[in-house]
């Protein structure tokens, strides 16, 4: 009896686990990336104007749109105004939440791996309850949508010239990879054709369809366009910076800046 409430015990000791494979790569491989991408982007962020953040037809994702009025002061960086959209967006973010609390709660750590001891309220409580309005944080992110494939464009006119430079091919690939990650949305899915029995049944439905087909297409992969913004978002505003800042040159068309 002894020896069976012993055994039982070590099975329900935290982090225990039958899985002979390397569970624990992927929540160091999330807490390492992820951590990364938090320090950078609040240094990047915060720096503002004391670290140039636009050249030529070039401006940081992190900035975009620019909101600078003149009342702003020195200290207070424009990226402020943006960051806290996509901050909501991607904190709240189906994938991002597995990923997270596995990465940094271990809540579980992973499939089948025994989780702190303690009551599960899933999120149905203060703070975790907050993940709910994820669709709303997907309504903000929408808008971001048009105006970063904005600044893409932009970003091929320079002083009354159209040109190209890797500053321009940089910034539109983060636009589309942005976008495949917004458009891949789990609440974005459901709104457009979730609750719809039938698909024929009238032209709007059927424009519903088609749409949800196409979202459906970037939902399947959105693990894979979450990274790849990430990693898209942040090289793109250390460029651009490294560019600004006369640490590198941009190659391009038009000579230089
Ligand atoms: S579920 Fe990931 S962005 Fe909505």
């Known amino acids: 009896m002894a020896q069976a409430t ?44 004391h670290w140039a953040f636009e050249v030529g037809p070039y401006l940081s994702p992190f900035f975009e749109p620019l909101i600078r009025p003149d009342w702003l002061p020195d200290w207070f960086s424009p990226a402020l105004f943006i960051l806290p959209a996509p901050l909501a967006f991607r904190t709240t973010c189906y994938y991002y939440r597995r990923a997270y609390y596995r990465a940094y709660f271990m809540s579980p750590p992973a499939c089948a791996v025994r989780e702190p001891a303690g009551s599960y309220s899933g999120e149905s409580r203060f703070p975790l309850v907050l993940q709910q309005l994820h669709r709303f944080a997907l309504y903000a992110a929408l808008v971001f949508v048009p105006v970063l494939w904005f600044g893409a464009l932009r970003s091929y006119w320079h002083d009354g010239e159209l040109g190209v430079g890797l500053g321009s091919v940089l910034i539109t690939v983060n636009a589309f990879l942005l976008m495949m990650y917004t458009f891949g949305c789990h609440s974005l899915r459901h709104l457009v054709a979730g609750g719809l029995n039938c698909f024929s049944c009238s032209t709007f439905r059927q424009a519903r369809h088609r749409a949800w087909r196409f979202v459906t297409v970037a939902n399947e992969h959105h ?30 068309t038009w000579g230089s800046f």
Do not use: C, M
């Open 223 to 252: 693990r894979l366009w979450a990274w790849t913004s990430l990693i898209g978002v942040g090289l793109t505003d250390l460029y651009i910076h490294l560019v600004a800042n006369d640490v590198i040159t941009d190659p391009n």
């Open 6 to 49: 012993g055994a039982l015990a070590r099975e329900r000791r935290y982090g225990k686990t039958q899985r002979r494979d390397r569970w624990w790569l992927e929540p160091v491989l999330v807490a390492t990336g992820l951590g990364a991408f938090i320090a950078y982007s609040t240094v990047s962020a915060l720096l503002g104007e």
